[in-house]
């Protein structure tokens, strides 16, 4: 094996193990990434591609980054390499995670800050929900807006697959916003 290229696999380890462990994911750890990854391991040119089809694709940009990154880098094994370093620290957190709760399932406690989360949760959820609904409404499309929602919570309401309303929502929002 080539000296060489283990040097790199440490590079994109290393590098994914930080990039993973110091910020949650979305911007930031793009940024981080640029940071770590263009003159080290990519150019910029690379990089932006990188981000390009990672936004294209259907799935994790942490993941797709990391493997685009990775083979850029090192071919295969980078692949490997640099998905190690971005799946290790969320798994090692979530297992840490379970394991707490694991231990205190069964503490009176828990059971009041699950309640006392469960508005929170539903009032950021609703949040989100207003103000995709004011994008909609600035753009003079509220009409066709609260239809999409109305027919959505509807089918959610029967239970459908909520894959399946998504996916019949965007086919609605073709029709509707041409």
């Not at 685009?68 to 370093?85: D, I, M, Q, R």
Request: no cysteine.
């Amino acid at each position: 094996m080539n000296d060489r290229k283990f040097v790199v696999w440490l590079q994109l380890l290393w590098m994914f193990l930080k990039v993973n462990l110091l910020s949650p994911s979305g911007p930031a750890s793009v940024g981080l990434l640029y940071k770590e990854a263009v003159g080290r391991v990519m150019t910029e040119e690379q990089f932006v591609e990188a981000v390009g089809f990672s936004n294209v694709l259907p799935g994790s940009e942490a993941l797709k980054l990391a493997m685009f990154v990775g083979f850029a880098a090192g071919g295969v094994p980078g692949v490997l390499t640099a998905l190690l370093g971005a799946v290790l620290p969320p798994t090692v957190m979530m297992l840490a995670v379970a394991a707490i709760l694991q231990h205190v399932q069964h503490e009176d406690w828990l059971k009041g800050f699950v309640a006392g989360m469960s508005p929170a949760v539903a009032a950021l959820i609703l949040i989100v929900a207003w103000d995709l609904f004011q994008v909609g409404q600035s753009r003079e499309i509220g009409r066709r807006t609260m239809l999409i929602a109305v027919l959505s919570a509807v089918a959610l309401w029967l239970n459908l697959p909520s894959p399946l309303v998504l996916m019949g929502a965007g086919v609605l929002g073709v029709i509707l916003f041409r």
